[in-house]
């Protein structure tokens, strides 16, 4: 898509703006965006994101993969090249490629926020279980072994829960 200011360069900026209550869109390239005031929010901080994130993987680009996403056509060499994921699809496609560089980035690759209203019994269970054990390894690391056995014994019960719920027996 074209930069609907010069109309010369790719549009990698997308702005959108409410303004009386009538949004209005508005594609530029980095250098209309810079003019017009929306330069990168980390680039106010001397900071790239795409450099940052692309050198996270850069040890995986050497690896040439002849595999490619089938859904968007992303090769990982391009992923680590650019520091972005092609589509939701190559999550799973380069899952094995991708996780040690999320793990580095985020710490973790479960997710751990909150869980959505629809979000169904099995998946809160899941959470509840995920959320004991970690409990559980600090409270055995602190020493703390009547908490951790009140822990274990919830885990457990939880489990037992889930095999309920999915029909199978224990």
Known sequence: ?????CEKRQA????????????KEYNLCPECAAKLGYGSFFGNFGLDIDKI?????????????????PFCGSSFEDIAKSGKVGCAHCYEEFNEEL???????????NHTGKLAR???????????????????????????FEKAAQLRDKI???????????????
Do not use: D, W
């Open 156 to 170: 457990k019960e939880l489990e037992g829960n889930i095999n309920t719920a999915s029909g199978e027996s224990k």
């Open 53 to 69: 994130f692309g050198s996270f993987m850069e040890s995986f680009g050497n690896e040439r993969s002849a595999k490619r996403c």
């Open 12 to 23: 990698t900026t997308h702005i959108k703006t409410i303004l009386n209550g009538e949004l």
């Open 1 to 5: 898509m074209l930069c609907q200011s």
């Open 118 to 144: 629809s979000a169904g019994a099995e998946v809160k269970i899941k959470n509840e279980i995920n959320r004991c054990r970690y409990e559980l390894e600090e409270a055995i690391k602190t020493q703390e």
């Open 99 to 109: 996780l040690p560089s999320i793990q580095r980035i985020h710490g973790r690759t």
